[in-house]
């Protein structure tokens, strides 16, 4: 597909709008859906007000919709109660539902395309190593932001912010989730990298 076919965001934005409202509709806890979607929310309007000066890579498209996918989700059921993690759970005999892993996960696997598609092609970072480096770094400040935003929620709403935080009653919730978004950044760009250079290349053209 060309990098600047038009037809891709369209219906990336078509699908997570879709999905979105009908996750609307009736989610288990309406005030975590919003905290949960909020920033689907926030980044949608970004990404489709700066996509005529600086359209992303077809793969960085594809990634940001799916993580939006994965959030709508966890909103409609609350991370703890996602029926596919309670399968995931059967399946591998965990010991909690397992799906709030995976949001973390992409909270550092798409971050990681998205600083390295910006540091690239603003030309800011030209060596390799220091690229790895710092992309790292983007992603592990996101989801400690993120990790500061759900201590923010916790204070402000006592017992309801329970679902939000989703910890199922691990003490180390916070470090797992961290180590998952380290771990999301270092598949991004050691299993995409190649794909991904390719995508920015054709954008140049």
Do not use: K
């Amino acid at each position: 597909m060309n990098c600047r076919d038009e037809r891709l965001p369209a219906a990336l934005l078509g699908l997570v709008a879709l999905v979105l409202a009908v996750s609307a509709i009736a989610p288990y806890d309406r005030a975590t859906w919003w905290m949960e979607v909020a920033p689907v929310f926030l980044v949608a309007p970004l990404l489709i007000a700066s996509h005529r000066r600086f359209p992303l890579t077809p793969l960085l498209q594809t990634l940001i919709a799916l993580h939006a996918l994965v959030l709508i989700v966890g909103g409609v059921w609350t991370y703890a109660r996602v029926p596919f993690g309670f399968w995931l759970q059967d399946v591998f005999h965990l010991a909690r539902n397992p799906y709030d892993r995976i949001g973390h996960f992409m909270q550092g696997f798409v971050p990681a395309l998205a600083a390295r598609e910006v540091l690239l092609r603003r030309g800011i970072v030209r060596g390799r190593g220091w690229l790895f480096f710092l992309v790292t770094c983007v992603c592990l400040a996101v989801s400690a932001l993120y990790e500061l935003i759900e201590w923010g929620a916790a204070v402000a709403l006592g017992q309801g912010a329970d679902a939000f935080l989703g910890t199922q009653g691990d003490p180390w919730d916070t470090q797992n989730d961290m180590a998952m978004a380290l771990v999301g950044a270092l598949v991004a760009q050691i299993g995409l990298g190649g794909w991904h250079a390719r995508q920015i290349a054709r954008l140049r053209l």
